[in-house]
């Protein structure tokens, strides 16, 4: 009875019954909020799904240029990308794209509303880039990952377009690879002159190592292949290594051992993160290091200037933190000043000579330039060239055909005398 008393006193008083309805009310919106609060993060766990991708990853262009092309083109809030693209010609053109700029944007992809958010840190620098950390992140309804899996093909196929039928030159800067200059048409294998067969035992052996890591595997062997031509100057070391990369569908990666940035972690580094499907070129590699046996009594003329070691790179080579499914090629114009440990198998498996025209060679480059020849010119040619009793590099035919390329075949075998003029030689 006293307890029944007390709840029907409480009850008439107005001063409580406003505040336990005041109570009850704020109460009754806490617990909405929270609960609201829950269900939207429960919501958002198990019935949407998110995607990130930071400046860093490798997808982050080709998304962005996939989002201004497929994507979010309706959007009205927009940041311009300039990018130059060289035609067939050489002509450099000018092109700019516009994509989302840093903010939400709203899509639809195959049936699915996707939202999308990029975000900039003012406050962080991205140390590599030098430029304001972004990510762009995406979120979708559902649970099913194959939609971001199928976003990421699709921008990595439209990448892969735009350097369709290109050759990819890439320089080190800092501690990655980047794009160096603009991607250049590929050249024809056919379009540079070796001697007969060295060409195609190059190509042969290349194919034979990019096809059959299974191979390598299977017998413990480390799964990378190093190659080295050497000869004179102007004899085509460097051009057929382009052209052979366009033959392979490879990309070429330039590593100056010159450099004076260039210490034995950021080397290894460099050779561990190439791109895939790449040549790594180190040209002139005697310029680098001097051979040990020379050192007592020679000194290099870039002694000193660089930060590697010759063990350094020995182990960046072939060491037990080396990288595998590598094509390496080396070049020179000195054989004899290579230190043998260097130039060993397991280092350099394949060695070819790149030297002087040979017969062989100025054919093929007589009929190429002047296609209308017929084997009696060709056979003049050659004689000619051979009369002068001195040795005559590609590049110093090409350039005198270059000097003539407007004269008949006769015109070109009568002048043979000025291979040797006007600064070809």
Request: glycine share 8%; hydrophobic share 35%.
């Amino acid at each position: 009875m006293i307890f029944e008393d007390l709840l029907s006193n409480l009850s008439t008083n107005p001063y409580f019954g406003a505040g336990f309805g005041l109570f009850g009310i704020g109460a009754g919106a806490a617990i909405l909020r929270k609960g609201l609060q829950g269900s939207l993060i429960l919501f958002r766990r198990h019935l949407m799904i998110t995607l990130e991708v930071p400046c860093r990853d490798k997808s982050y262009q080709w998304l962005l240029k996939w989002i201004s092309i497929k994507g979010a083109r309706k959007t009205q809030h927009l940041s311009v990308e300039t990018s130059f693209t060289q035609n067939d010609n050489g002509q450099i053109k000018t092109s700019y794209a516009f994509i989302p700029s840093v903010g939400k944007h709203v899509f639809q992809y195959k049936g699915n509303w996707i939202q999308i958010e990029r975000t900039r840190e003012q406050q962080t620098l991205d140390l590599h880039m030098g430029i304001p950390w972004e990510s762009v992140t995406l979120t979708a309804f559902g649970n099913n990952k194959h939609i971001y899996y199928d976003i990421l093909e699709e921008a990595r196929q439209l990448a892969l377009q735009s350097t369709e039928g290109k050759t990819i030159m890439y320089t080190a800067i800092g501690a990655e690879w980047r794009p160096f200059g603009h991607p250049r048409r590929r050249r024809p294998i056919s379009s540079v002159i070796l001697d007969e067969g060295i060409s195609e035992r190059i190509i042969v052996d290349c194919n034979d190592f990019i096809h059959n890591s299974i191979w390598y595997t299977q017998r413990g062997i480390p799964y990378r292949r190093g190659y080295l031509l050497y000869g004179p100057p102007g004899c085509g070391k460097s051009s057929f290594i382009t052209a052979l990369a366009g033959e392979l569908e490879y990309s070429v990666c330039l590593l100056n051992l010159s450099d004076k940035g260039l210490t034995d972690d950021r080397l290894n580094h460099l050779l561990n993160v190439a791109p895939e499907q790449t040549i790594i070129l180190l040209e002139d590699i005697d310029a680098a290091f001097a051979s040990r046996e020379s050192t007592s009594h020679q000194k290099s003329a870039y002694e000193g200037m660089n930060r590697i070691t010759f063990s350094g790179l020995l182990n960046c080579l072939d060491g037990v933190a080396s990288t595998e499914a590598r094509i390496v090629f080396m070049t020179t114009n000195y054989l004899d000043r290579l230190d043998p440990a260097l130039i060993r198998p397991g280092r350099i498996d394949v060695k070819e000579y790149v030297g002087h025209c040979t017969d062989h060679q100025l054919k093929e480059m007589f009929k190429k330039f002047f296609e209308n020849s017929d084997d009696v010119e060709v056979s003049k040619f050659v004689k000619g060239v051979k009369s002068l009793h001195r040795s005559v590099s590609p590049a110093q035919i090409q350039g005198f055909f270059m000097k003539h390329k407007s004269s008949t075949p006769l015109t070109v075998i009568n002048s043979c005398n000025d291979i040797f003029d006007n600064g070809l030689n």
